[in-house]
Nanobody, 123 residues
């Protein structure tokens, strides 16, 4: 049974930092591209960042480029999202997602999802 479990969310002031973690189990982690998505209330789920299954390439939404960093540790079956210079518009539920072998850029392409974790940035 595949499980993705996010942690590290919470409330932070604008300009602050948070690091999200997503621990995976029940799959061969190094065979999966990973991604972070986010969804604000009443809005669609949007891609934030992706990382190749070996960590050799990453991509970011324009809205977070230069502020967020995605990384992974295949020995720990964990993917991270370091978030800095947070803004109120970053407030959302953040989800990690896994896709076998290749990176996807739409949420429909990801077969495994975490339960989501709230990040709230106060102004």
């Amino acid at each position: 049974q595949v499980q993705l479990v996010e942690s590290g969310g919470g409330l932070v002031q604008a300009g602050g930092s948070l690091t999200l973690s997503c621990a995976a189990s029940g799959l061969t982690f190094s065979s999966y591209a990973m991604a972070w998505f986010r969804q604000a209330p009443g809005k669609e789920r949007l891609l934030v960042a992706t990382i190749h299954r070996q960590g050799t390439s990453t991509s970011y939404a324009d809205s977070v480029k230069g502020r967020f960093t995605i990384s992974r540790d295949n020995a720990k079956n964990t993917v991270y999202l370091q978030m800095a210079s947070l803004k109120p518009e970053d407030t959302a539920v953040y989800y990690c997602a896994a896709r076998l072998l290749v990176i996807g850029y739409a949420w429909e392409e990801y077969g495994y999802w975490g339960q989501g974790i709230q990040v709230t940035v106060s102004s």
